[in-house]
């Protein structure tokens, strides 16, 4: 058996506190990473969910930040290094969530925030906590990022946009970082099941169209982020993996 082992490794995720959030948080901390818990509203479940890791065997923090603001990101950076030590992985999950609509009809200030939770969250992460990883000589960026980015659907603009951004900077960053240790990839999810998910008629409208003919879950997704966080994923970097059982698939 190959095992992923984390031990000695600090994790920060953003948007911590949420559905997906939670699941990698603990996946990763099963694996034996301290985790940093970055929330923006939901102090009470980052705190049950400190409570649960640390209750693992692990070490855990919750740092409120708002990912939009650099001083704020700055600030969190600062809390973690001194309740855990020095970042080692991140992985970039908050977003602003917005109302879909037609291109004619989204608000200007609907692509600004789309910006600034995409692109600008993972430009201040990085140069928050990377500078560090390459100082060690090893560290993993990971950002969660969208099938939708594939599928540019009538009323994603905003979403599409920022999305599809947050990938240029992203794949840039790989190239500047890669020769000091430091991956960088991504994470493309679908639709997918979380704790609080409730079955409706549009989940068959959407997994009809789904090769695999089903939604993924939320572990899946961290299972994914697991294995990019680990040494089984060292010689991968730039790379966009859609986990959306085959509804988008990047081509050559």
């Known amino acids: 058996m190959i095992p992923i082992d984390l031990?000695?490794?600090?994790?920060?995720?953003?948007?911590?506190?949420?559905?997906?959030?939670?699941?990698?948080?603990?996946?990763?901390?099963?694996a034996g990473a301290d985790i940093a818990i970055c929330y923006y509203r939901d102090q009470e479940t980052a705190r049950l969910l400190q409570n649960e890791i640390t209750a693992k065997g692990v070490q855990a923090t919750s740092v409120q930040a708002d990912v939009t603001n650099q001083d704020a990101i700055n600030a969190m950076r600062d809390a973690v290094v001194d309740t855990?030590?020095?970042a080692d992985i991140i992985v970039?999950?908050?977003?602003?969530?917005?109302?879909?609509?037609?291109?004619?009809?989204?608000?200007?200030?609907?692509?600004?925030s789309q910006f600034q939770s995409c692109v600008l969250h993972n430009v201040y992460m990085a140069q928050a906590f990377v500078p560090a990883m390459i100082e060690a000589g090893w560290g993993r960026v990971i950002s969660i990022n969208t099938e939708c980015?594939?599928?540019?659907?009538?009323?994603?603009?905003?979403?599409?946009?920022?999305?599809?951004g947050m990938d240029g900077v992203l794949r840039v960053l790989a190239k500047e970082v890669g020769a000091h240790g430091v991956t960088v990839n991504q994470v493309a999810p679908g639709w997918t099941i979380s704790e609080k998910s409730v079955a409706s008629e549009s989940d068959e409208h959407?997994?009809?169209?789904?090769?695999?003919?089903?939604?993924?879950?939320?572990?899946?997704?961290?299972?994914?982020?697991?294995?990019?966080?680990?040494d089984l994923a060292s010689y991968i970097t730039g790379a966009y993996i859609p986990v959306c059982g085959g509804n988008v698939m990047p081509t050559i």
């Open 149 to 164: 980015s594939m599928q540019n659907f009538a009323g994603q603009s905003a979403y599409t946009s920022g999305k599809r």
């Open 206 to 230: 959407y997994w009809s169209k789904v090769p695999m003919q089903r939604r993924g879950t939320a572990q899946e997704i961290a299972n994914t982020v697991l294995f990019l966080a680990s």
């Open 84 to 86: 855990l030590g020095t």
């Open 7 to 30: 031990s000695n490794k600090v994790a920060v995720i953003t948007g911590g506190s949420g559905a997906l959030g939670r699941v990698m948080a603990r996946t990763l901390a099963e």
């Open 92 to 112: 970039n999950n908050a977003v602003i969530q917005y109302n879909w609509t037609s291109v004619l009809e989204q608000a200007p200030e609907d692509y600004e």
